[in-house]
DNA sequence: AACGGTCGCAACCGCACCACA
DNA sequence: CTGTGGTGCGGTTGCGACCGT
């Protein structure tokens, strides 16, 4: 049906913009809140678009969002989430606390994708290319290994795509509640107050573009589902539910095909077949020579890596009532590690 | 030093979704 | 129900920085 542009483009300014620019953004921003964006670059005395306002507000001026280098575990978390989630940026965000989806999505496509072309992984379906020499699964019984092992990640992967929308969904109508909280108190409400995203960002519930985070690796997750225990649970069990119908179908499938990855998975986990993964990832960085770490750095690292994820599937599996919980194995509680 | 090619990042574009009148 | 405005999101582009010759 097509749209009218988002503001008349003659006469405002495009393209970068210079430090009085931002100034002028930033104090106004402080000062009285955003608002309506289509209207702030009037009020704030800046020949530009409120998109482009808002843009640079969200992906580069906010106070909250971290810049530089990204971490090994950083990396590590962006590949793992694009293997479940893909192109997701957003979703992505969520899980790297100060991170934009913009800076993501550019390291991704700057770094991550050709790292991992290079190690003969394709970046889009993260399994291995059997045209690369070297790449992993080259052999015949490796790759039959491989075939198994990424069978199974495609299937955990959907149950943990489920979790992420479920989680999203909670994290959402938290938002709204919050929202409508606040605004009962409006009269009150304060200058910092105005230009954080939503009520949630006072507990580190926050990310610099995104409506759901878990900053610190589930607690703000689990502060949710103290307070809205019986609405999560209820929307967690809507994409359980879903999955498990997916599941009806395909589990004698999956219960033949996978087995022998479903054993390793036992024993390590989720968060271990990624962090295999991971591993080798690190040890083919290693061998290329390229940011090469200190073993036990690593070690740290993959320590932090399953407790992230410890953390994320522990509290959503329960924040599910028994019940809900289907009964086929693969939904049981996620594996002590 | 000059030039051309490549890389990385900020910013833009356009579509999709949602809320609301 | 439909049209419109506001915003979110992912893809793409433009340009400066960097690097090799």
């Known amino acids: 049906m097509g749209r009218s542009p988002c503001c008349e483009k003659e006469g405002l300014k495009k393209g970068p913009w210079t430090p009085e620019e931002d100034q002028k953004l930033l104090s106004y921003i402080e000062q ?9 670059p009037a009020k704030a005395g800046l020949q530009r678009c409120g998109k ?30 694009h293997a479940l989630l893909g192109n997701r940026w957003s979703a992505i965000a969520t899980h790297l606390p100060k991170r934009t989806d913009n800076e993501i999505k550019n390291y991704w496509n700057t770094h991550l994708k050709k790292r991992l072309a290079k190690m003969g992984i394709d970046p889009v379906t993260h399994k291995p290319r059997s045209d690369v020499p070297g790449a992993p ?61 939503h009520p949630a960002a006072a507990h580190g519930l926050d990310s610099p573009t995104s409506t759901l985070s878990f900053a610190d690796g589930g607690a703000a997750l689990a502060s949710v589902l103290e307070a809205h225990g019986a609405a999560v649970r209820a929307a967690m069990q809507q994409p359980m539910q879903a999955y498990e119908e997916a599941c009806k179908d395909q589990s004698h499938h999956w219960s033949n095909e996978v087995d022998a990855a479903d054993a390793s998975f036992a024993g390590a986990g989720f968060t271990g077949l990624l962090l295999d993964v991971s591993l080798n990832h690190n040890t083919t960085r290693q061998a290329g020579s390229i940011d090469a770490e200190p073993e036990d750095a690593k070690a740290h690292e993959t320590e932090e890596e399953k407790n992230y994820w410890n953390s994320i599937l522990n509290l959503v599996n329960s924040s599910a009532s028994p019940a809900a919980v289907p009964e086929h194995e693969e939904y049981s509680p996620a594996p002590e590690f």
């Open 52 to 81: 482009s306002c808002r843009l640079r507000w969200t992906n580069y001026l906010r106070p909250d969002i971290k810049r530089g280098k990204f971490s090994l575990q950083e990396e590590q978390t962006i590949i793992q989430l």
């Open 32 to 40: 009285q809140g955003h608002g309506c964006w289509r209207s702030l």
């Open 137 to 197: 699964g080259g052999g015949a019984e490796a790759g039959a290994q491989h075939a198994k092992a990424a069978a199974h990640l495609s299937h955990t992967a959907q149950w943990e795509s489920a979790r992420l929308e479920a989680e999203a969904r909670l994290a959402r109508e938290a938002k709204l509640r919050a929202l409508a909280a606040a605004a009962a108190s409006a009269s009150n409400s304060s200058t910092s107050a105005q230009y954080l995203p």
